[in-house]
Each structure stands twice: as structure tokens, then as C-alpha cells.
């Protein structure tokens, strides 16, 4: 089973400024690796695929970079609406699909 | 437009009996690869069981044996059949829909969750 690895765990940002999170895969997963924004009470959102796609009206602000075993997503300036909690998941080696313990970005 | 509607959790004794449904809109669930992922109060992610478009189906180590994952494409409804039901099995329960070209496949698509809450 791959193991995902997210940090920081917890991440404080002033609004409008940028926020860098990274997750790493215990073996290669190629570009295999996905990121997800959760906020409290909903279901997770699509974000990125294929490491570096954005998913279908995800805004510009939101990047994902890496592949292998070391990836990173930016969020080039912090809305209010994305202080949440993102997940990576990988699907290079499946089932089971494996998630990283995610990252919670706050307002500092 | 695609959408996904848990429904069927609440609060069950250890060792009780739940069926999770999941219902389907704007899309065929018999057609794709469906899942079920689970998220324990204040936790990750940690993916369940998943059923192929043609019925095969796979199951993460600490529920095998005990859930079963199945679908009716009369209805386009996934569910989730959970017996022997533990403490450690409480938590939001989503459907989601998985999405690949020919290997690779990521969920993409979510239900709003069933909170199922083992306890006596």
C-alpha cells in the first residue's frame, strides 16, 4: 500500500497571500496524484488530477506541480472561500486508493 | 448534471445491520467505477470498497467480510450492505464516482455523506 504524506498540518495564511502545501508518496506514483478541497459539513471537490490538470471550473489561483514521489499544490492568492482542508490522493496503485492525512489551511 | 444522494445511515448497535444507498443522476452507475470512502469524525480519507462496470468489486482489509458492495441499475443506485458493524466503522460515508482514461482512475464526483454512528 502507498503511504501519502502531507505537510505541513497545519498551514496559516494571510488572505490574499500565497500558500505552498506538499505531499509525498512512499514510492513512485508517477503523475498519478490528485488534490482535494474539503470545508466542514461538505464532501470533498476536485481540485487537480494528473498532478498538474485543473478540474472543470477550478480557478486559475489553484496549480499542482511534481510527479514520482514529491508533489506540490499552490494557491497563488488566498480567497476567503479557500481556508479549508485539502487532501491529495494517489491512483497510480489501486485498490486501495490511499489519501494523504491532509492539510488544513487557516486565516492567520 | 451529475449527482450523487446518500441515504440509509444513523445510529446502530456494535454488531448491528445498516444498508447504505446511494442514488444516481446524470449518469449510468452501471456504465463506470463506483466507490464508497469513508471519513471517521475529525479524520482523513480512507477508501472503502469499489465496484467495477463489469462487477467486479474490491475491498479495503478491515471491512472484508463484513461489507458488501452492490448495485441496482434498474434504480441507478449503489449501496453498501454493512454487517458486524464496529465502533471504528463510525464515520461519513460517501459514494463517488471514479473517473480514468484506460488504468488510472480518481474520484471526481461526491455524494453529501451518511453520518453512520456505531455505538450502544
Known amino acids: 500500500e502507498i503511504v501519502m504524506t502531507q505537510s505541513p498540518a497545519t498551514l496559516s495564511v494571510s488572505p490574499g497571500e500565497g500558500a505552498t502545501l506538499s505531499c509525498r508518496a512512499s514510492?513512485?506514483?508517477?503523475?498519478?496524484l490528485a488534490w482535494y478541497q474539503q470545508k466542514p459539513g461538505q464532501a470533498p471537490r476536485l481540485l487537480i488530477y494528473?498532478?498538474?490538470t485543473r478540474a472543470t471550473g477550478i480557478p486559475a489561483r489553484f496549480s499542482g506541480s511534481g510527479s514520482g514521489t514529491e508533489f506540490t499544490l499552490t494557491i497563488s492568492s488566498l480567497q476567503s472561500e479557500d481556508f479549508a482542508v485539502y487532501f491529495c490522493?494517489?491512483?497510480?496503485?489501486?485498490?486501495?486508493?490511499?489519501f494523504g492525512q491532509g492539510t488544513k489551511v487557516e486565516i492567520k | 448534471e451529475v449527482h450523487l444522494v446518500e441515504s440509509g445511515g444513523g445510529l446502530i448497535q456494535p454488531g448491528g445491520s445498516l444498508r447504505l444507498s446511494c442514488a444516481a443522476s446524470?449518469?449510468?452507475?452501471?456504465?463506470?467505477?463506483m466507490s464508497w470512502v469513508r471519513q471517521a469524525p475529525g479524520k482523513g480519507l480512507e477508501w472503502v470498497s469499489v465496484?467495477?462496470?463489469?462487477?467486479?468489486?474490491y475491498y479495503t482489509d478491515s471491512v472484508k467480510g463484513r461489507f458488501t458492495i452492490s448495485r441496482d441499475n434498474s434504480k441507478n443506485t449503489l449501496y453498501l450492505q454493512m454487517n458486524s458493524l464496529r465502533a471504528e466503522d463510525t464515520a461519513v460515508y460517501y459514494c463517488?464516482?471514479?473517473?480514468?482514461?484506460?488504468?488510472?482512475?480518481?474520484?471526481?464526483?461526491w455524494g453529501q455523506g451518511t453520518l453512520v454512528t456505531v455505538s450502544s
Open positions: 494528473g498532478a498538474s
Open positions: 463517488a464516482n471514479l473517473n480514468g482514461g484506460t488504468y488510472y482512475y480518481y474520484f471526481d464526483y
Open positions: 514510492q513512485s506514483v508517477s503523475s498519478n
Open positions: 490522493l494517489q491512483y497510480n496503485y489501486w485498490p486501495p486508493w490511499t
Open positions: 465496484i467495477y462496470s463489469g462487477g467486479s468489486t
Open positions: 446524470g449518469f449510468t452507475v452501471s456504465s463506470n467505477y
